[in-house]
């Protein structure tokens, strides 16, 4: 069984930067291409970033150059680096993983999901 645990999150200013984290338990974090979604209220969930399972990175073109995505293998864990966070990024933050040969960005393909964390961008 595999489960995701979500660290992280808070009330941050606009500008500032936040990391969060997700631990996998019950299969190695290698195996799956680990995805990054996110839920503004009243919006639909939308794909934010990844790293995939040879490591390589991919971002959506709304947070390129903001956000970065790590990983931890010796920790099972993978991190979203927020930076430079502006109040259109509040929203409730998932991580989720995805068995798939390829990754793919639409959020209904991740087959596990964390328990999600808010993320408020505000002055």
């Known amino acids: 069984q595999v489960h995701l645990v979500q660290s992280g999150g808070g009330l941050v200013q606009p500008g500032n930067s936040l990391t969060l984290s997700c631990v996998v338990t019950?299969?190695?974090?290698?195996?799956?291409?680990m995805g990054w979604i996110r839920q503004a209220p009243g919006e639909e969930r939308k794909f934010v970033a990844a790293?995939?399972?040879?490591?390589?990175?991919y971002a959506a073109d709304s947070v390129k150059g903001r956000f970065t995505v790590s990983r931890d293998n010796a920790k099972n864990t993978v991190y979203l680096h927020m930076n430079k966070l502006k109040p259109e990024d509040t929203a409730v933050y998932y991580c989720?993983?995805?068995?798939?040969?390829?990754?793919?960005?639409?959020?209904?393909?991740?087959?596990?999901w964390g328990q999600g964390t808010q993320v408020t961008v505000t002055s």
């Open positions: 019950g299969r190695t974090v290698t195996n799956y291409h």
């Open positions: 989720a993983a995805d068995w798939a040969m390829v990754l793919r960005t639409t959020p209904g393909s991740y087959e596990y």
């Open positions: 790293i995939r399972k040879n490591g390589a990175e």
